[in-house]
T-cell receptor, first 109, second 112 residues
Framework: RKEVEQDPGPFNVPEGATVAFNCTYS??????FFWYRQDCRKEPKLLMS???SGNEDGRFTAQLNRASQYISLLIRDSKLSDSATYLC??????????FGTGTRLQVFP | ETGVTQSPTHLIKTRGQQVTLRCSSQ?????VSWYQQALGQGPQFIFQ???????GRGNFPPRFSGLQFPNYSSELNVNALELDDSALYLC???????????FGNGTRLTVT
């Protein structure tokens, strides 16, 4: 079983749609969680950290369910510029981040 | 604030050769990590350096080695290149261990 699993997509949605990505992780000792965004042939960029209480940043909402070892990202009112790959990332409170393979989002007009 | 910069941007090498990739950390960051990202995959952790010492290593063979310098810049060295080493190599710095990473724009290595 992979340490971090994501649906690779692609998710094709129209502008203005709401889209949700899910991610599961295998190690219950995982301590911190993030969503990164990666544009084609570019480096990953931190989108947001994910907290147990859930957190929101504009159109983006992240949720963490420790009991189910599940992380989600919700994007409301999708924009064309949201088209990218979204990477779910987990940290075991050690030296490394563990990345999922990413979920590809394509927003069309 | 200066971000993470990597050089070169692209590189083509032949199987069996050696390569050195370079990274300058973001100002104020004393931890640097290196990741390998193959096409269609997420980044895979190679190793991390903190205050010039290796601070953790992923599942990569010894022919992958690194250095961190007093100014917190870093190098990734790969010996005896193999075709499967073709990937995007990402350097990332952070202010301290386990804080969010800030990535450089990567070096795309092609091994022929």
């Amino acid at each position: 079983r992979k340490e971090v699993e994501q649906d690779p997509g692609p998710f094709n949605v129209p502008e203005g749609a709401t889209v949700a990505f899910n991610c599961t992780y295998s190690n219950s000792a995982s301590q911190s969680f993030f969503w990164y965004r990666q544009d084609c042939r570019k480096e990953p960029k931190l989108l947001m950290s994910v907290y147990s209480s859930g957190n929101e940043d504009g159109r983006f909402t992240a949720q963490l369910n420790r009991a189910s070892q599940y992380i989600s990202l919700l994007i409301r009112d999708s924009k064309l510029s949201d088209s990218a790959t979204y990477l779910c990332v987990v940290n075991l409170n050690t030296d490394k981040l563990i990345f999922g393979t990413g979920t590809r989002l394509q927003v069309f007009p | 604030e200066t971000g993470v910069t990597q050089s070169p941007t692209h590189l083509i090498k032949t199987r069996g050769q050696q390569v050195t990739l370079r990274c300058s950390s973001q100002s104020g960051h004393n931890t640097v990590s290196w990741y390998q990202q193959a096409l269609g995959q997420g980044p895979q952790f190679i190793f991390q350096y903190y205050r010039e010492e290796e601070n953790g290593r992923g599942n990569f063979p010894p022919r992958f080695s690194g250095l961190q310098f007093p100014n917190y810049s870093s190098e990734l060295n790969v010996n005896a290149l193999e075709l499967d080493d073709s990937a995007l190599y990402l350097c990332a710095s952070s202010r301290w261990e386990n804080s969010p990473l800030h990535f450089g724009n990567g070096t795309r290595l092609t091994v022929t």
